[in-house]
């Protein structure tokens, strides 16, 4: 049976428009800066008082992705939320072209801080890393966080002399066991040497469950020899993807 010729270019764009839609979030991202091995992150760890913590959260994300927008640096910047300790914590990673020595010298940046001063539990925390690794865990196409994904912290602190094995096991051991577990995850493995410290910011997708990751074998027979190798237990603190903020 013959199909109408109407009907034809309907179906046709039908099936065109439903293409575009699985791979334009791919496309999309792709046109903004994506981190690189060897990038600079900084997380800045906002703790507030618990009254102020959904003020302190909205001026996070809204006036310094503001001052970013302003700042014209390329970068991609995570906001997490953990509301139980009142905590906010944005992730931000510098493209190669842009200096984070500028933005924390930034007046734009400056203003920010002067309206969360009083809101404030704690001072606000700021740590720096190079990008030693960005490991991408998909069972179908990329995967790139989202609103409302989970997101869990891991803060390795390794004794000096220990220090190079153990990150070679984070970063390398981790990721196999990753790939092993078949959960689609994009984790950044960030590295300050002064500090002996690897840190494993892990992006879970909504079809793969945290608990479900600190409870794998595998992943506990991997931790446990790290810990002759550490000098402070391993921190684990689970958030929220609150926004992200992307400049090209």
Not at 197 to 214: A, I, P
């Amino acid at each position: 049976m013959k199909m109408k010729k109407n009907n034809f270019w309907q179906v046709l764009i039908v099936l065109t428009v439903s293409l575009t839609g699985i791979t334009s979030c791919n496309k999309t991202d792709e046109s903004f800066y994506l981190p690189e091995e060897q990038d600079t992150a900084i997380m800045f760890v906002h703790k507030f008082k618990q009254e102020d913590f959904e003020a302190g959260k909205q001026i996070v994300i809204e006036k310094f992705s503001k001052a970013i927008e302003i700042s014209g640096q390329s970068r991609r910047t995570y906001f997490l939320a953990l509301p139980d300790s009142s905590e906010v914590v944005a992730i931000s990673f510098f493209h190669k072209n842009s200096s984070p020595n500028d933005w924390l010298s930034s007046e734009q940046r400056e203003e920010v801080l002067g309206l969360l001063q009083p809101l404030y539990e704690e001072p606000l925390s700021v740590h720096e890393f190079k990008a030693e690794r960005i490991h991408d865990s998909h069972s179908l196409d990329e995967y790139y966080p989202e609103q409302g994904d989970e997101v869990i912290i891991f803060t390795h602190l390794f004794n000096a002399a220990d220090y190079e094995t153990g990150k070679d096991i984070v970063v390398n051991g981790f990721s196999q066991v990753i790939e092993n577990s078949g959960q689609t995850r994009r984790s950044y493995f960030l590295d300050n040497p002064s500090n002996y410290e690897v840190v494993n910011t892990s992006f879970f997708h909504q079809n793969s469950g945290t608990d479900t990751w600190l409870n794998l074998e595998e992943r506990n027979q991997v931790l446990a020899s790290m810990v002759p190798l550490f000098r402070a237990p391993l921190l684990i603190k689970k958030y929220t993807v609150e926004e992200i903020h992307i400049t090209k």
